[in-house]
């Protein structure tokens, strides 16, 4: 690894970060969402600075995720009133410490690996979980020694009305 940061916080977990792997994955072709234009990949890219909690948005930065280029995101629930989507990223390291084994999420009706809520309204929450242990799509990259391809898994809900206000603005 030639650019590793050995111990990045990132909410309840401790990463550390292979950052030059890291970027060579961000916004890769062929991922679901790489170069896609419809209506809720061009919200994201205008809004996420708006939904992502600031403390939240530095955190992304150390670990060298470009919150503009997901991996994928999907929606659903997509009405004015309140959007629910999924928005997931990658990035090549490992996990030291945090959140990890089954658990259930009564938001979402799901038992596995744990997200930790940040928010309750509007709903937000996040884990961070080796992408062998989920079903997402993940960029192209093979792994060497001790590092993983690691996913940030968001389940998040917010306001229609923040389009609307920024197209107002």
Not at 25 to 50: F, H, M, R, T
Not at 71 to 88: E, K, P, Q
Not at 98 to 120: M, Q, S, V
Request: glycine share 8%.
């Amino acid at each position: 690894m030639k650019k590793y940061r050995p111990t990045i916080p990132f909410l309840s977990w401790m990463l550390a970060v292979d950052l030059e792997e890291t970027r060579n994955i961000q916004n890769q072709e062929g991922s679901p969402a790489y170069g896609c234009d419809c209506d809720l990949c061009v919200e994201w890219k205008l809004l996420y600075k708006k939904i992502i909690p600031e403390k939240l948005l530095e955190a992304f930065c150390r670990v060298g995720i470009e919150l503009q280029s997901p991996t994928d995101l999907y929606g659903s629930g997509l009405g004015s009133d309140m959007r629910t989507v999924r928005v997931t990223f990658h990035f090549i390291g490992k996990i030291l410490s945090g959140l990890n084994g089954a658990t259930h999420d009564d938001k979402f009706d799901y038992d596995g690996f744990p997200y930790e809520i940040i928010r309750k309204e509007p709903y937000f929450s996040l884990r961070v979980i080796p992408q062998k242990e989920t079903f997402v799509s993940a960029p192209d990259y093979e792994a060497e020694g001790s590092s993983q391809v690691l996913c940030v898994d968001m389940r998040l809900c917010y306001p229609g009305k923040y389009l609307h206000d920024y197209r107002n603005s």
